[in-house]
């Protein structure tokens, strides 16, 4: 009950990239960037566990970017050919790959660290990969014309990556579609069919990942635009809670979601957002206690998992180890409550 998990990236370590940054280069080259990215992925479960977090994940240590890191193994992306685009409906500009040729994997894309981060640990295990819809607002056009199609082309190479993961001992496949927040009408229209083409035949704990983004500054100004009560999660939730997807990730902590519209999630497990990943201030325990018990009035214990509101790579690394500690010790409080 109240298991703590992370949404999924964690801050690298200095010495294999920059830190405090998205698209952070990285600092090692040739195989020593290869050994960096392994032993940072131990690191990172292992501080996970240290924090006392219950379904851990690789930190997403080996990858440059959640998107990115998957589309470099993607044949048909090319990444000489690189534009700036406007991404999430023009919240900010990207420099972003164009694919030029149907898209094929090239071979498997996280197996490496997906394998390490396995033998690394005896707790559940959580993998996160972009979802389609996400993964075609991050990336230019220039073979198939048609950006549905092209969604359901990735969505099928997700699959193949997903069912490979699953067979190393992945528990939790989880996708992430900060996009879903985006274009809600396309949601409706043919995102929840990509989304579940990704998921098709997993075995395994399936997720979707909602947020409103990275702390960065133009999304923190694009919450500003928000208005009093973000609504959006009201257009989505209905529809997710049909879909096949066992788990939803949400944005909660320090945001101006209406946390009844977690109700809409009837049948399916709730990640609940206890951990802002917009400030630096690390949250006391009894602050994530507090966010729990506001969710439970909406969702039953045994399906909600306390999480972070996004991933919390461009941090600090003592911010976002604090954060997990006060993350592991909030849900403990509201467990001993429960027991009583
Ligand atoms: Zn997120």
Same mark, same amino acid.
């Given at each position: 009950? $109240?298991?703590?998990?992370?949404?999924?990236?964690?801050?690298?370590?200095?010495?294999?990239?920059?830190? +405090?940054?998205?698209?952070?280069?990285?600092?090692? #080259?040739?195989?020593?960037? $290869?050994?960096?990215?392994?032993?940072?992925?131990?690191?990172?479960?292992?501080?996970?566990?240290?924090?006392?977090?219950?379904?851990?994940?690789?930190?997403?240590?080996?990858?440059?970017?959640?998107?990115?890191?998957? $589309?470099?193994?993607?044949?048909?992306?090319?990444?000489?050919?690189?534009?700036?685009?406007?991404?999430?409906?023009?919240?900010?500009?990207?420099?972003?790959?164009? *694919? #030029?040729?149907?898209?094929?994997?090239?071979?498997? *894309?996280?197996?490496?660290?997906?394998?390490?981060?396995?033998?690394?640990?005896?707790?559940? $295990?959580?993998?996160?990969?972009?979802?389609?819809?996400?993964?075609?607002?991050?990336?230019?056009?220039?073979?198939?014309?048609?950006?549905?199609?092209?969604?359901?082309?990735?969505?099928?190479?997700?699959?193949?990556?997903?069912?490979?993961?699953?067979?190393?001992?992945?528990?939790?496949?989880?996708?992430?579609?900060?996009?879903?927040?985006?274009?809600?009408?396309?949601?409706?229209?043919?995102?929840? +069919?990509?989304?579940?083409?990704?998921?098709?035949?997993?075995?395994? #704990?399936?997720?979707?990942?909602?947020?409103y983004?990275?702390?960065?500054?133009?999304?923190?100004?694009?919450k500003q635009?928000l208005g009093s009560e973000w609504r959006?999660?009201?257009?989505?939730?209905?529809?997710?809670?049909?879909?096949?997807?066992?788990?939803?990730?949400?944005e909660?902590?320090n945001s101006r979601v209406p946390?009844?519209?977690?109700?809409?999630?009837?049948?399916?497990? *709730?990640?609940?957002?206890?951990?802002?990943?917009?400030? +630096? #201030?690390?949250?006391?325990?009894?602050?994530?206690?507090? *966010?729990?018990?506001?969710?439970?009035?909406?969702?039953?214990?045994?399906?909600?998992?306390?999480?972070?509101?996004?991933?919390?790579?461009?941090?600090?690394?003592?911010?976002?180890?604090?954060?997990?500690?006060?993350?592991?010790?909030?849900?403990?409080?509201?467990?001993?409550?429960?027991?009583?």
């Open positions: 009950m $109240l298991q703590t998990t992370i949404a999924g990236s964690l801050p690298k370590p200095s010495w294999l990239a920059e830190p +405090e940054k998205l698209w952070a280069a990285w600092r090692p #080259t040739g195989d020593a960037l $290869l050994e960096a990215k392994r032993d940072a992925t131990i690191l990172s479960i292992k501080e996970q566990e240290i924090a006392g977090i219950d379904i851990v994940g690789d930190g997403e240590q080996a990858r440059q970017h959640f998107v990115h890191g998957f $589309l470099e193994r993607i044949a048909g992306v090319d990444f000489e050919k690189r534009v700036t685009m406007g991404i999430r409906n023009n919240r900010y500009e990207a420099m972003v790959p164009t *694919v #030029t040729a149907p898209l094929t994997r090239m071979g498997p *894309v996280h197996s490496f660290e997906a394998g390490i981060a396995r033998a690394s640990t005896t707790k559940k $295990l959580k993998f996160t990969l972009p979802g389609p819809m996400t993964i075609i607002d991050t990336i230019a056009d220039g073979y198939y014309g048609d950006r549905v199609k092209m969604a359901m082309a990735f969505a099928d190479l997700l699959n193949q990556e997903a069912k490979e993961l699953e067979a190393l001992g992945v528990d939790v496949i989880q996708f992430d579609e900060p996009a879903f927040n985006v274009y809600m009408d396309q949601v409706r229209d043919w995102g929840i +069919e990509a989304l579940e083409r990704a998921a098709a035949g997993l075995k395994c #704990t399936t997720a979707v990942h909602i947020c983004g990275y702390g960065i500054k133009a999304n923190i100004d694009w635009s959006q999660y009201e257009d989505t939730f209905p529809v997710i809670a049909k879909s096949k997807i066992d788990q939803v990730s949400l909660c902590a946390i009844d519209l977690i109700a809409l999630l009837d049948g399916k497990d *709730v990640l609940v957002g206890a951990i802002d990943v917009a400030s +630096e #201030t690390v949250e006391t325990p009894e602050q994530v206690a507090a *966010v729990i018990r506001t969710a439970m009035q909406f969702v039953k214990p045994e399906k909600l998992y306390p999480c972070t509101n996004c991933g919390m790579a461009p941090l600090p690394r003592a911010v976002a180890q604090g954060k997990l500690v006060s993350l592991a010790k909030g849900a403990a409080i509201v467990r001993a409550e429960l027991a009583r």
